[in-house]
């Protein structure tokens, strides 16, 4: 069975990249706007991994993932990070709220698929 993946960006052509390129490698892809509709849609489906945004409006990537980590069904569910910001100072505060890793914007779609794999098993 597929794994499922929730992909929550504010950018419309980057969620559709990112679903283009896990699809293909075989993943389904739920998608969120923002960090209060992936929120939602994480607690009305079951998720294998969570991709997000770090700036977003209404809820940002942070805040999703400190929202995700209060829910017993999110505690081992691997969270990675998809931005634009390299901050180490953003890195560390980002594994602190619980995030698995961190991969910057614009991505190579072999490497998306590769952190995927991996992170996944």
Same mark, same amino acid.
């Given at each position: 069975?597929?794994?499922?993946?929730?992909?929550?960006?504010?950018?419309?052509?980057?969620?559709?990249?990112?679903?283009?390129?896990?699809?293909?490698?075989?993943?389904?892809?739920?998608?969120?706007?923002? /960090?209060?509709?992936?929120?939602? @849609? !994480?607690? &009305? #489906?079951?998720?294998?991994?969570?991709?997000?945004?770090?700036?977003?409006?209404?809820?940002?990537?942070?805040?999703?993932?400190?929202?995700?980590?209060?829910?017993?069904?999110?505690?081992?569910?691997?969270?990675?990070?998809?931005?634009?910001?390299?901050?180490? /100072?953003?890195?560390?505060?980002? @594994? !602190?709220? &619980? #995030?698995?890793?961190?991969?910057?914007?614009?991505?190579?779609?072999?490497?998306?698929?590769?952190?995927?794999?991996?992170?996944?098993?």
């Amino acid at each position: 069975m597929a794994k499922t993946i929730l992909s929550v960006d504010d950018s419309a052509s980057i969620r559709q990249m990112v679903k283009l390129t896990l699809s293909g490698a075989g993943y389904d892809v739920i998608q969120a706007n923002d /960090g209060a509709e992936g929120l939602e @849609k !994480a607690k &009305g #489906a079951k998720v294998d991994m969570v991709m997000t945004d770090l700036n977003m409006p209404v809820m940002n990537g942070l805040a999703l993932i400190k929202e995700l980590r209060k829910l017993p069904a999110y505690q081992g569910v691997p969270i990675l990070f998809l931005t634009t910001e390299s901050d180490a /100072g953003l890195k560390s505060e980002a @594994k !602190a709220a &619980g #995030a698995t890793g961190w991969i910057t914007k614009p991505f190579q779609q072999d490497q998306l698929i590769s952190v995927v794999k991996k992170v996944l098993g």
